[in-house]
Structures are given as structure tokens and as C-alpha cells.
């Protein structure tokens, strides 16, 4: 086996056609099978390889017909000893394919606990013979109350590798940046799930999906074509994989899908898949520009997190460089929420340019109306809100901007308010965006959406000084709701006109008049979806707006919704 982390292992049992395990059969890869010819023909020419288990259920059962747990210890000695034979090797990796219903949600029933006892007991006496036993995990995995016991001892006594399966189809049409950021935060929320509940990501790895059977929902090609499209995802895979694995300290990476089971995963184009994902995360593995045809697009950057010394984001209006996100992070104590800020500077700054004079302007405008004109002491006032000079500049042209964009939109008739013209213009530019650790500006509800919402800061609060607006925005108007699935309402009203709107904030009571209790977070838009309102009752909302100096409106008329049971 190859050191380093992670070690990348290709699928390779005897279903895989010969013309794909010519592929794979090369130094350099480490092949996943089972029996002793097939491996013995990789190993021959230079592969490493591991020992693939494709049916878990034979030697431990299923969640509601468990094996007599005093079959394990004999199941894990026939199993190892099949290992040892297949691989040539005392200490192999024996990959168990795969965990059943990873959700469940606890307490289990007594049949399921039995199932999870005798995978965890397998594990457990393979570890004990000298091997590495891995486990493979689909789905949504239930982390939660004692489910969480079961998977840390599984962590520490074998590998978790979750199976991370992408439809190419919907990640092709999704372009380079969004597409491989989807694959990205997929595996990464899964990976920090675990890391949430103490495993380590040195127990971690991610298996990825090269399959061509189009059942829907399964993952894989999907039916994508031309060859060329489906080349570039699969190229995309590798060095998407390869990122994570390298940011989050997986230990392993695997593939699935070279094998063909029966007609729908007949694919002409596997062998040239296979090169293309060798040589897409080591040129020296296999020469896929000469498989992958002339159409192939060999870009090895396109979508990937490659941004020079110095930026936090790249996108389409600039960068956002990781000193002033520092500087303002030490002003608003929140480093994301100054990622944000300076992410809706740059996103912002073409659409409405202020003159370096008019900042100086406003800046002596606050010295001479709050200090007095004693520079120094507004420098010290900066010094003790833990902001620099340039820091407040920024502030200050960022609040002289938004006046512009106001005025340019009444001089062109539009009808659009500031905050909505900014909130769609950042929502456009924040789908461009590459961030280090794919740590991007704003909110969302990934992965029920790849959408964002960057929304505004009000960092005025923190100065408030500097324009001294004590002026509150006006109360929002009545909101609208509309139903939708069981204890869910949609919220909307109308944008507020101001120019200095930041957003909104939500309450809900279950009595008319309160007492109300927020709800929901900041909103940059006027729209709420409360998918937690008590059931088959009446909700009441009110709305409160704010602006970038922190000043509260008073709260919208009441409405009162039905919520549906």
C-alpha cells in the first residue's frame, strides 16, 4: 500500500471488463476486490490491492433480521482468512460494503441493535487479527443521541467511508464553480457531522460514484452526454475529492462504479472514465488527454479552490482578501459575518464607485460634529472599538455607496428599493464565488438549495458615531403568508425604501399581541419561511426592520395565519 494520506482505491472486482482493469491494473493504484486471480492480475502489474466484501448481510444480517451474534467471531475468521489469501497480506484492508439504514433514528428496535452490535463486533475482530477494516455508509446517516456511542466506537475500531454519489447530469448543467461546490460542501457536511460528534477525520474517507446505470437517484453518469461532458465531471470528481481530502484530513478516497452488473451499466466509456480520473489527480497514472478526444476540456482549475497568497474568495467582481476580513473581524468579533461584509463591499463596489474626497469629506464631517475637531481623539475612539483608520473609511464608503445606488435607481425611473438591487446583485456574484475551505459569504440552506443570500452588515452599529443616525427605518407593512407542508408558513412583505436598510427580523406568538419571540435569523429579504410553527394552531407574526446603524423599527401591523396540521 501506498503511504501518505489519502490512499485513493478504485473499485476493481471481477465485474469490471477487462479493458477497465487494464486501466487500473498499473503502480501506483490500489484496487478493491475479492477472490485470488483477479487481484493476483492487478498486483502482477504493479497495483496494490484490498479486499472488497460487496455483501455485508451475508455474514451479519440486516437491521430486522440480525445474525446470532454468536456467529461473528466464526464470520470474522473465515473473512479474514479470505482477506489474507486474496491480498498476500497479514494486515489487509477489507472494505464491508455497506452499512443498512444508516438512519434510523434511536432508540432502536431490538433487532436493529442487534444488527449494529454485530457490524461493530465484526469490525472489532478483524481489527483484533491484524486488518484494517473499513466501513462504507450511504444516505443520511443519523448521528444524533446514542446513535452517536455506536459510531464513535465504529471510528475507533475501523474506517467510515461515506459513499458521496453525484447525478453528473445535474452537476454538468450546474457549470465548474457551483457544480464542484456542491460535491464540496456535500462531503464536507457529512464529514463535519461526524467531526461534530468526536471522530476523527483520519477515520474518515469518501467513496465517489462512476456508475452508468440511469435508475433515478442513484448517482453516477446518469446518461450524460456527449463522452466529453461526462469526461469532465468525472475529471471534476477527482480534484474535487482531492481538495476535501487534503482541507479536511481524510484518510482514504475511493471509487465505485467500474463494474458492469448487467444491461443498464453497459458503458462503452468506462475504461477512457477510468484514466481520466487517474490522470486528473496524478498525470503519471494514466494519459487521459490522449483518451478523453479533442473536444475534453483539460482545464485542471476550472471550479477548483486555487487562489493566490493573501484571498479568502475569488469571483466574477474581484477578491476578497483575507487581511481585511481580519482587520474588520476584530471590529465585529464575528469572522464570517466580515467575510460577508467585505464580500458585499467588492460585490458592490463597480455598481455605485465613491470618491476617496468623499470619504475624507464625511470623515471630517464626524470629527468636527462628535470630536469637536479633535482628530486625535476620534482615532482614539477607533483604537478603542478595535478598528483601524481604514476600517472606518471602508464603513463609511460603504454607507456613502448605498446613498448612490439609491439616487442612481430613482435618476433611471426604477422602481427597485436599494437593499433589493443590492441583495440580487450579490445573489448573482456569490454563485461565481471560490472561498478557501469553501467558506463562502452569506447563508443558505444547503442541500435543500445551492442558493445564497449575502445580505448586509450593519457595521455602523459598532461606529455609530460616524454618520450618527439615530433615525429608526420605517415599520414594515403587514406581511403575507401562504401555506405550505405540515407546519410550514411563507412570510412576505414589501422592501423598505431606505437607503441605509439592512434587513429584517421575524416574531411569532401563539396569542394575539404577544408575548412575540424572534424567530428565524437576520433576514436580508422580505420573506421568511417558518417550517417550525405549531401545527393545526393559529400563529401571530410581526416584522421589525433594521438599518446598517442597528436602529429598530417599530414592529408591522399583526398578522394572523393558520398553520397547517
Known amino acids: 500500500m501506498p503511504g501518505g494520506s489519502p490512499v485513493w482505491i478504485e473499485y476493481g472486482e471481477g465485474s469490471v471488463r477487462p479493458d477497465v482493469r487494464a486501466v487500473l491494473a498499473r503502480p501506483g493504484v490500489v484496487v478493491a476486490t475479492s477472490g485470488t486471480s483477479v487481484p493476483a ?15 455485508l448481510p451475508e455474514l451479519v444480517g440486516g437491521p430486522s433480521d440480525p445474525e446470532d451474534p454468536a456467529s461473528i467471531v466464526a464470520a470474522a475468521d473465515g473473512l479474514y482468512a479470505r482477506a489474507v489469501a486474496s491480498t498476500k497480506c497479514d494486515t489487509p484492508w477489507i472494505a464491508l460494503n455497506e452499512l443498512n439504514q444508516p438512519s434510523l433514528a434511536t432508540p432502536w428496535s431490538a433487532a436493529n441493535a442487534t444488527y449494529r452490535a454485530n457490524v461493530l463486533a465484526l469490525l472489532t475482530q478483524l481489527r483484533a487479527r491484524g486488518a484494517r477494516p473499513v466501513l462504507l455508509v450511504q444516505g443520511n446517516p443519523n448521528t444524533a443521541g446514542d446513535a452517536a456511542t455506536w459510531w464513535r ?41 461526524f467531526k461534530a460528534i468526536g ?108 487562489l493566490p497568497d493573501g484571498v479568502a474568495c475569488a469571483f466574477a467582481a474581484g477578491h476578497v482578501r483575507t487581511a481585511a476580513v481580519d482587520a474588520l473581524a476584530i471590529l465585529i468579533r464575528n469572522r464570517h459575518a466580515a467575510l460577508t461584509a467585505v464580500f458585499g463591499r467588492v460585490a458592490l463596489r463597480s455598481a455605485a464607485p465613491v470618491p476617496n474626497a468623499d470619504v475624507l469629506a464625511a470623515e471630517r464631517a464626524t470629527i468636527d460634529r462628535v470630536f469637536h475637531g479633535d482628530r486625535q481623539g476620534y482615532l482614539a475612539a477607533l483604537t478603542r472599538s478595535h478598528a483601524t483608520l481604514a476600517v472606518a473609511r471602508d464603513i463609511i464608503r460603504d454607507e456613502l455607496r448605498r446613498r448612490a445606488i439609491t439616487r442612481q435607481l430613482a435618476a433611471q425611473g426604477s422602481t427597485q428599493t436599494t437593499l433589493g438591487y443590492t441583495a440580487d446583485r450579490e445573489a448573482q456574484l456569490v454563485n461565481t464565488a471560490i472561498c478557501l475551505n469553501d467558506e463562502l459569504p452569506g447563508s443558505g440552506d444547503f442541500p435543500r438549495t445551492d442558493a445564497r443570500e449575502v445580505g448586509v452588515v450593519p457595521l455602523l452599529a459598532k461606529l455609530p458615531y460616524l454618520f450618527g443616525d439615530k433615525t429608526a427605518p420605517a415599520r414594515p ?74 436602529n429598530v423599527s417599530k414592529p408591522s401591523p399583526e398578522l394572523a395565519a393558520p398553520v397547517p396540521a
Open 41 to 55: 492480475y492487478y498486483r502482477d502489474r504493479g497495483a496494490a490491492t484490498v479486499y472488497f466484501v460487496l455483501h
Open 153 to 193: 466506537q465504529v471510528a475507533q475500531t475501523g474506517e467510515l467511508v461515506y459513499e458521496a454519489y453525484y447525478d453528473a447530469r445535474r452537476i454538468s448543467a450546474m457549470g465548474p464553480v457551483m457544480g464542484n461546490r456542491r460535491m464540496r460542501l456535500g462531503e464536507r457536511n457529512v464529514i463535519r457531522q
Open 199 to 306: 471522530i476523527n477525520p483520519a477515520s474518515l474517507g469518501i467513496m465517489l460514484g462512476f456508475h452508468s446505470a440511469q435508475t433515478p437517484g442513484i448517482g453516477g453518469r446518469q446518461g450524460l452526454q456527449p463522452t466529453s461532458s461526462w469526461l469532465r465531471v468525472v475529471k471534476w470528481e477527482a480534484l474535487q475529492a482531492r481538495r476535501v481530502a487534503a482541507d479536511e484530513g481524510l484518510s482514504s478516497v475511493w471509487s465505485w462504479g467500474w463494474g458492469t452488473f448487467g444491461p443498464e451499466s453497459v458503458d462503452a466509456d468506462k475504461a477512457a472514465a477510468a484514466c481520466v480520473y487517474l490522470w486528473a489527480r496524478d498525470s503519471t497514472l494514466c494519459d487521459g488527454l490522449a483518451v478523453a478526444g479533442t473536444d475534453f476540456n483539460s482545464a485542471l482549475a476550472e471550479g477548483q479552490i486555487v
Open 477 to 550: 407593512a403587514v406581511p403575507a403568508a401562504a401555506q405550505g407542508g405540515v407546519g410550514t408558513l411563507s412570510l412576505t412583505w414589501e422592501y423598505g425604501a431606505e437607503a441605509d436598510l439592512a434587513g429584517y427580523l421575524v416574531y411569532r406568538a401563539t396569542t394575539s399581541g404577544g408575548p412575540y419571540v424572534p424567530v428565524g435569523s437576520f433576514l436580508g429579504r422580505p420573506t421568511y419561511l417558518d417550517t417550525a410553527a405549531p401545527r393545526g394552531q393559529t400563529a401571530y407574526y410581526v416584522v421589525k426592520a433594521v438599518d446598517t446603524s442597528g
